[in-house]
């Protein structure tokens, strides 16, 4: 139940005789007779309509051509936004006497039950604290000796949801004063009018302190599934989401298997010479990883600082998969639209990926828009395609990439304000938690069976 939903049945169990003890008392005067109550009361109650047992004083507001009503104010005067189910202890603005006296606004005393009658705050009320006129928009309710002012500020209170179905117009809703003087208000004894107003206003500050929980509880769900996915690609770079086998190998011997791999693609010219990465310090390692596991630069591992492949647009085929940084979901890497040149205008150069390459959105990076390629294709600068050597995971690589420790590297270094992109170095010197390829599947297998759940919790 919602602290909102709370308050109401509080307020409604309280106006129907349950929720103080009902006494056999008959109130002071003679109920009507009526068909259709809105809900059920006790025997010992009686229906009445608000205008039969009270005064009601209409506001007016001085003319804004005037500027001598509106200064050196010393009248106090109320908007209907001061109605906000609560007590009102201020002015909305002073006007002065010129201005009161050229408007037919009536003073309304300490006590007046205020309800507004248009607007965003129609049917909501407030409990006048001091001596005030109001505006055309509020009207004050003035009850009588056999109906406590605090009784029936609660009640109508309570009584809003039914206002607000009745109210004239949708955009600006709107109720009269004569509707308000209709309205049927359930009557007791002075006695249990006052019980029920102690009964509620003990009841109210601990729905005030439920819904401070509740609001806390709200947020603290509503944040848990990104958490625990945050929790779970961290905890998989780690090394604490499988288990290590020793005879899986380590991430030292897959090290040297990469860089073996790539002094032979250098030397056949498929491989363009890099300049050498510095040595990881003991100073930047982040976290500890499993001793089978070995720490490398991300440029030591991939291509992504090499040479990307390029198609002019009059090479471009109508067939072929264009896809933009606007066709791929935030935080997940979801293709939301699947697109061919032909349905696109393309100019200008485009970059060539293929299927299996990672692909990576160095424009605004905190959205994480990282995939693997289901499918040959191209796509704009911003979005960069690489390869993991040594039969690396892709997929491991892709939750490394948005794991919260590669994001927070990432996103600090990134520069440009209203477009941010990070820098080829930032990319390449990031520190890789290598494990070995038989683990990395097994991470990601794991990953994959959490990440659902996390989906679920939403």
């Not at 300490?110 to 001091?130: C, D, E, H, Q, R």
């Not at 949801?161 to 809703?173: M, T, Y």
């Not at 959105?361 to 905190?366: N, Q």
């Not at 395609?385 to 794991?403: D, H, K, Q």
């Amino acid at each position: 139940m919602t602290p909102q939903e709370l308050k109401e049945s509080i307020l409604q169990r309280a106006f129907e005789g349950k929720l103080v003890y009902v006494s056999q008392d008959s109130p002071n005067i003679k109920g009507l007779d009526v068909d259709e109550p809105p809900f059920d009361i006790p025997e010992s109650w009686r229906w009445e309509k608000i205008g039969n047992i009270t005064d009601a004083l209409a506001g007016a507001t001085p003319s804004t051509a005037k500027p001598e009503y509106w200064t050196n104010g010393t009248i106090s005067w109320l908007a209907s936004g001061a109605c906000q189910d609560c007590d009102v202890t201020e002015a909305t603005k002073l006007i002065s006497q010129a201005g009161y006296d050229g408007c037919s606004t009536k003073m309304m005393p300490p006590s007046t039950v205020m309800i507004a009658l248009t607007g965003a705050t129609a049917g909501k009320v407030g409990f006048l604290k001091f001596e005030s006129c109001g505006n055309q928009s509020i009207v004050g309710i003035l009850p009588c000796d056999i109906l406590e002012p605090r009784y029936l500020f609660y009640y109508l209170m309570a009584s809003r949801k039914r206002v607000l179905a009745d109210c004239v117009g949708s955009a600006q809703p709107h109720i009269s004063k004569g509707y308000v003087l209709k309205m049927l208000v359930p009557i007791p004894s002075i006695a249990e009018q006052k019980r029920i107003v102690a009964k509620i206003q003990e009841l109210l500050p601990l729905v005030e302190r439920y819904g401070e929980a509740w609001t806390k509880l709200e947020e603290f769900n509503h944040k848990f599934p990104g958490d625990m996915k945050k929790s779970i690609l961290q905890q998989a770079i780690q090394g604490k989401l499988v288990e290590q086998r020793p005879e899986e190998g380590t991430g030292e011997k897959l090290y040297q298997q990469i860089q073996a791999e790539k002094q032979k693609l250098i030397k056949a010219g498929k491989l363009k010479k890099e300049k050498p990465l510095l040595e990881i310090s003991e100073d930047e390692i982040p976290f500890e990883i499993p001793e089978s596991w070995k720490w490398v630069r991300f440029g030591d591992v991939s291509s992504y600082a090499q040479r990307k492949e390029k198609v002019s647009a009059i090479n471009i085929s109508a067939d072929m998969w264009s896809l933009d940084l606007e066709d791929i979901e935030k935080d997940t890497g979801k293709i939301t639209n699947h697109c061919l040149a032909c349905d696109r205008t393309i100019s200008g150069d485009k970059v060539k990926f293929k299927t299996g390459n990672i692909l990576y959105s160095k424009l605004r990076p905190y959205l994480k828009k990282v995939l693997v390629a289901p499918a040959d294709g191209i796509c704009s600068s911003e979005i960069v395609p690489f390869v993991m050597y040594g039969n690396i995971e892709p997929e491991y690589a892709r939750y490394f990439l948005i794991s919260p420790f590669a994001d927070g590297i990432v996103n600090s270094a990134s520069y440009g304000v209203k477009m941010p992109r990070v820098s080829t170095d930032t990319m390449t010197s990031l520190c890789f938690p290598l494990p070995p390829l038989a683990e990395q599947k097994r991470i990601v297998a794991k990953i994959e069976e959490l990440l659902p759940l996390c989906e679920k919790l939403k």
